[in-house]
């Protein structure tokens, strides 16, 4: 009987909040942890559980049940903890032992940056970064203008940022290279781009609620099928954001390859490629179609890296997300990758919006009532929105959505496939290359181009009439 269940769920609920409200958080936990698989209580239990850990200050467990229970609230938490983990085991602190009395020098920013031995600093306003670089690095040799645009994509969390003057621009190099993530996009990239591209992986040093072990698998794969190695760089930089008081995470949207433009001297490099998609570029905010080749994102930011003797490159700007998919499983790469992170190491988490998007239309087993995949679908605006679309057409869940029916009886085939005009925004040296390369995996998006229609939160609403999802938080 439903409203028998749902009394003696409040029931369970009154006990537990009394436990908790007296300090009781062992056994109001205990309590929790049985809730947890149960319909009526499982965000109040995993609230509980989380804010329990949180009091006692069990930061590692605490990550630890985030990861098997992501949601908004859990990533909010398990930031916090992290936070509070490195400044207690000290990773916040992290120093160099030559130069440990030096302050953050505003005036002359350059002198921010110290080599010892392989490991390179770099004294923030609030503390110490590192990179452990190749062996081959030389700081002293570093074209200035690569340290200044460095700084530029580190310190946006304190809104700085340097003029790269025309005086001191670095000509261009002779090599290229990706920011490789490991995630189904920039796989796609990696894909496309010529065989001699460097990819390069930042590896995130510390620890946290990140895991490696897949990452891992798809380097190992590139090994052992292509004989290439992906270069790994650890560093700390992430916490960078953490000194401000900001959840760990890059400091902007280039920081994932900030350690080649470290590196661009040493690997002599002319090209800094990043993988992109559709998602990011043509679309604004993954929702309404705009002339990104004429935005002042990319004017800006191209500028920038050109005065630092690097050309940036989106390889994958005329894809979507969905188009890096295919090409993800054309290629034989897709069991491999996994853009999830919060997995175990060989499968995502099933719970977070990454999973719904990249794993659930792959086939792979999701929890399409899970707290956060709810949470996404019910925001308005909906993150990512022209792919959910496309991602919930896939996956037959059309039916859950009976508001959208408007947007999703149209066709979403023209996702999969490529927007030619994004190949112009491509340097030469590449174009031709990466259009034969993207011919063998996709197609062209048919005339009249249905991206460039496409405006999903255009006033009044037309298309999505999203109603906000009552959530409850009850403590
Ligand atoms: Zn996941």
């Known amino acids: 009987m439903p409203v028998i269940a749902n009394i003696l769920a409040a029931w369970k609920r009154l006990r537990i909040r009394r436990l908790y409200n007296s300090g009781d958080f062992v056994k109001s936990r205990t309590l929790s942890l049985r809730e947890i698989s149960s319909d009526l209580n499982r965000d109040f239990a995993v609230s509980i559980v989380l804010r329990s850990h949180y009091n006692e200050g069990n930061w590692s467990e605490l990550i630890a049940f985030t990861a098997s229970h992501p949601s908004d609230q ?11 983990l490195f400044a207690k085991s000290g990773f916040l602190d992290i120093q160099p032992k030559s130069f440990i009395k030096e302050v953050w020098n505003e005036f002359s920013p350059l002198k921010n940056w110290y080599q010892e031995g392989s490991c390179l600093w770099f004294r ?8 452990d670089m190749p062996k081959e690095f030389v700081l002293s040799e570093t074209n200035e203008s690569l340290l200044f645009l460095a700084m530029n994509v580190l310190l946006k969390p304190f809104d700085i940022r340097y003029q790269i003057g025309e005086s001191t621009r670095r000509p261009f190099g002779q090599n290229a290279a990706l920011s490789y993530s490991g995630g189904i996009d920039s796989t796609a990239a990696a894909a496309l781009l010529p065989e001699d591209t460097i990819l390069s992986y930042h590896r995130r040093s510390f620890p946290s609620s990140l895991n490696h072990g897949i990452v891992d698998r798809l380097f190992e794969r590139w090994k052992l099928k292509f004989g290439r190695t992906v270069l790994q760089v650890p560093s700390n930089h992430e916490l960078i954001r953490s000194s401000m008081g ?8 280039f920081a994932a390859g900030v350690h080649l433009i470290l590196l661009s001297d040493t690997f002599d490099l002319g090209i800094l490629a990043f993988g992109t998609p559709i998602d990011n570029t043509w679309l604004e905010k993954g929702s309404k179609f705009r002339d990104f080749s004429s935005s002042p994102y990319w004017i800006r930011w191209k500028r920038q890296f050109a005065n630092a003797g690097l050309h940036l490159e989106f390889p994958i700007n005329h894809i979507s997300e969905g188009g890096a998919m295919k090409v993800c499983q054309i290629t034989e790469f897709i069991d491999y990758v996994n853009s999830c992170l919060r997995g175990n190491g060989l499968k995502g988490c099933g719970k977070c919006w990454k999973c719904f998007n990249k794993n659930g239309p792959l086939g792979r087993k999701i929890d399409f009532e899970s707290y956060e995949i709810q949470t996404f679908l019910h925001r308005i605006p909906m993150p990512t929105a022209m792919h959910a679309l496309w991602s919930i057409h896939v996956q037959n869940l059309e039916h859950k959505f009976l508001h959208l029916q408007s947007v999703l009886q149209q066709p979403f085939d023209w996702w999969e496939k490529y927007y030619s005009p994004g190949l112009d925004l491509i340097g030469e040296y590449w174009r031709d290359g990466i259009e034969e390369n993207t011919r063998k995996y996709l197609q062209p998006m048919p005339e009249p181009i249905a991206l460039e229609q496409v405006n999903l939160y255009r006033k009044p609403p037309l298309n999505l009439e999203f109603h906000e999802k009552s959530v409850k938080h009850e403590v």
């Open 246 to 253: 900001l959840p760990v995470g890059f400091s902007s949207d």
């Open 74 to 84: 859990s990533t909010l938490f398990s930031k916090k903890a992290e936070s509070k």
């Open 124 to 131: 923030h306003p609030k503390g110490w970064v590192f990179w």
